[in-house]
Protein backbone atom coordinates (compact mmCIF):
# COMPACT_ATOMS: atom_id res chain seq x y z
CA UNK A 1 0.00 0.00 0.00
CA UNK A 2 2.98 2.26 1.07
CA UNK A 3 4.64 1.97 -2.86
CA UNK A 4 1.06 2.42 -4.06
CA UNK A 5 0.44 5.84 -2.31
CA UNK A 6 3.61 6.90 -3.01
CA UNK A 7 3.77 6.88 -6.56
CA UNK A 8 0.39 8.54 -6.28
CA UNK A 9 2.19 11.50 -4.46
CA UNK A 10 5.14 11.09 -6.77
CA UNK A 11 2.50 11.68 -9.70
CA UNK A 12 0.96 14.35 -8.64
CA UNK A 13 4.00 16.09 -7.56
CA UNK A 14 5.29 15.40 -11.00
CA UNK A 15 2.36 17.50 -11.85
CA UNK A 16 3.33 20.36 -9.11
CA UNK A 17 1.80 21.57 -6.19
CA UNK A 18 -1.46 21.28 -5.07
CA UNK A 19 -3.03 25.18 -6.55
CA UNK A 20 -3.47 27.54 -4.06
CA UNK A 21 -6.33 28.68 -2.62
CA UNK A 22 -6.83 31.84 -0.61
CA UNK A 23 -8.77 31.45 2.93
CA UNK A 24 -11.99 32.30 1.83
CA UNK A 25 -12.94 34.51 -1.68
CA UNK A 26 -12.19 37.74 0.42
CA UNK A 27 -9.03 38.46 0.69
CA UNK A 28 -7.60 37.81 -3.00
CA UNK A 29 -3.90 37.31 -1.89
CA UNK A 30 -2.90 33.98 -3.78
CA UNK A 31 0.52 31.68 -2.79
CA UNK A 32 2.11 29.67 -4.98
CA UNK A 33 4.78 27.22 -4.34
CA UNK A 34 8.08 27.35 -6.23
CA UNK A 35 9.94 24.61 -4.76
CA UNK A 36 10.29 22.39 -1.57
CA UNK A 37 13.35 20.67 -0.34
CA UNK A 38 14.36 17.56 -0.18
CA UNK A 39 12.44 15.77 -2.15
CA UNK A 40 12.06 13.31 0.30
CA UNK A 41 12.01 13.60 4.05
CA UNK A 42 14.74 11.99 5.98
CA UNK A 43 15.85 12.92 9.88
CA UNK A 44 18.57 15.81 9.79
CA UNK A 45 17.81 17.00 6.39
CA UNK A 46 15.96 20.45 6.91
CA UNK A 47 12.91 21.77 5.09
CA UNK A 48 12.92 24.96 2.59
CA UNK A 49 10.17 25.91 1.02
CA UNK A 50 10.17 28.87 -1.54
CA UNK A 51 6.96 30.73 -3.66
CA UNK A 52 5.53 33.70 -4.53
CA UNK A 53 2.57 36.05 -2.93
CA UNK A 54 0.70 37.97 -4.87
CA UNK A 55 -1.53 40.68 -3.41
CA UNK A 56 -4.83 40.74 -5.90
CA UNK A 57 -6.58 43.22 -4.09
CA UNK A 58 -7.03 46.78 -4.28
CA UNK A 59 -5.75 47.64 -1.40
CA UNK A 60 -2.45 47.00 0.38
CA UNK A 61 -1.11 44.31 3.12
CA UNK A 62 0.91 45.07 5.37
CA UNK A 63 3.39 42.75 7.84
CA UNK A 64 2.83 39.65 5.66
CA UNK A 65 4.15 36.57 6.94
CA UNK A 66 5.07 32.94 4.85
CA UNK A 67 4.77 30.26 7.60
CA UNK A 68 5.51 26.12 6.73
CA UNK A 69 2.38 23.84 7.73
CA UNK A 70 2.85 20.26 8.30
CA UNK A 71 0.73 17.61 10.33
CA UNK A 72 2.83 15.12 12.78
CA UNK A 73 1.58 12.23 11.13
CA UNK A 74 1.60 11.30 7.19
CA UNK A 75 -1.29 10.10 5.09
CA UNK A 76 -0.56 6.36 5.00
CA UNK A 77 -4.09 6.17 2.14
CA UNK A 78 -4.36 6.96 -1.36
CA UNK A 79 -7.56 8.35 -0.38
CA UNK A 80 -6.26 10.55 2.71
CA UNK A 81 -4.61 11.66 -0.58
CA UNK A 82 -6.99 12.04 -2.74
CA UNK A 83 -9.72 14.00 -0.29
CA UNK A 84 -6.75 16.84 0.02
CA UNK A 85 -5.74 17.09 -3.63
CA UNK A 86 -9.51 17.96 -4.05
CA UNK A 87 -10.06 19.94 -1.10
CA UNK A 88 -8.05 22.89 -1.32
CA UNK A 89 -9.44 24.01 2.72
CA UNK A 90 -8.51 20.14 3.86
CA UNK A 91 -6.31 20.45 7.08
CA UNK A 92 -2.97 20.96 5.73
CA UNK A 93 -0.87 20.29 9.74
CA UNK A 94 0.41 22.66 12.29
CA UNK A 95 1.64 25.90 11.56
CA UNK A 96 5.50 26.19 12.58
CA UNK A 97 6.23 29.21 14.19
CA UNK A 98 9.47 29.49 16.26
CA UNK A 99 11.67 32.38 15.54
CA UNK A 100 13.71 32.00 12.18
CA UNK A 101 11.42 29.41 10.58
CA UNK A 102 9.10 31.85 9.11
CA UNK A 103 9.71 34.35 6.03
CA UNK A 104 8.70 38.22 7.35
CA UNK A 105 7.58 39.17 3.32
CA UNK A 106 6.81 42.81 4.84
CA UNK A 107 3.67 45.18 3.15
CA UNK A 108 2.37 44.02 -0.29
CA UNK A 109 1.27 47.10 -2.33
CA UNK A 110 -2.17 45.94 -5.01
CA UNK A 111 -0.64 43.95 -7.89
CA UNK A 112 2.47 43.36 -6.26
CA UNK A 113 4.03 39.56 -5.96
CA UNK A 114 6.89 39.19 -3.75
CA UNK A 115 8.89 35.82 -3.32
CA UNK A 116 8.86 34.14 -0.30
CA UNK A 117 11.65 31.56 1.63
CA UNK A 118 11.17 29.26 4.71
CA UNK A 119 13.85 27.18 6.09
CA UNK A 120 13.02 24.58 9.06
CA UNK A 121 15.41 22.52 10.76
CA UNK A 122 13.84 18.90 10.49
CA UNK A 123 13.81 18.58 14.45
CA UNK A 124 11.55 21.62 14.29
CA UNK A 125 9.27 20.29 11.96
CA UNK A 126 7.19 18.07 14.82
CA UNK A 127 6.78 15.02 12.96
CA UNK A 128 6.69 11.48 13.98
CA UNK A 129 8.86 10.69 11.61
CA UNK A 130 6.58 7.57 10.50
CA UNK A 131 6.53 6.40 7.05
CA UNK A 132 4.26 8.20 4.24
CA UNK A 133 3.30 10.76 2.93
CA UNK A 134 3.18 14.73 4.16
CA UNK A 135 0.98 17.42 3.05
CA UNK A 136 3.44 20.28 3.13
CA UNK A 137 2.32 23.87 3.07
CA UNK A 138 2.31 27.17 3.33
CA UNK A 139 -0.02 29.79 5.09
CA UNK A 140 0.41 33.93 4.53
CA UNK A 141 -0.71 35.99 7.47
CA UNK A 142 -1.58 39.59 6.87
CA UNK A 143 -2.54 42.82 8.10
CA UNK A 144 -5.67 44.16 6.06
CA UNK A 145 -5.78 48.06 5.41
CA UNK A 146 -8.25 48.52 8.44
CA UNK A 147 -5.30 46.97 11.19
CA UNK A 148 -7.20 43.68 11.14
CA UNK A 149 -4.88 41.05 11.40
CA UNK A 150 -6.77 37.07 12.18
CA UNK A 151 -4.59 34.32 13.31
CA UNK A 152 -6.51 32.46 10.27
CA UNK A 153 -4.52 32.14 7.18
CA UNK A 154 -5.12 34.85 4.38
CA UNK A 155 -3.74 32.83 1.51
CA UNK A 156 -2.35 29.28 1.65
CA UNK A 157 -1.14 26.30 -0.59
CA UNK A 158 -0.37 22.75 -0.08
CA UNK A 159 1.69 20.51 -1.81
CA UNK A 160 3.04 16.73 -0.84
CA UNK A 161 6.84 15.47 0.79
CA UNK A 162 7.13 11.70 1.43
CA UNK A 163 9.16 10.12 4.11
CA UNK A 164 10.56 6.63 3.76
CA UNK A 165 13.31 4.86 5.39
CA UNK A 166 14.89 2.29 2.90
CA UNK A 167 13.04 2.94 -0.56
CA UNK A 168 12.94 -0.32 -2.91
Known amino acids: ILVALLLTVIALIGAGPVPATAADD ?4 RVTIGT ?4 LLAPGRDVTMTGTITNRDDHAWTAV ?3 FVIPASPFTTRRQ ?5 SDGEAYTGARIIQAGTFDEVGDLAPGQTVPFRIDVPYDQLGITGAEGVYP ?12 TRSPVAVARATTFIPLVSSPE
Open 136 to 147: AGVQILATDEDG
Open 26 to 29: DPDL
Open 65 to 67: QAY
Open 36 to 39: LEPT
Open 81 to 85: VDQAV
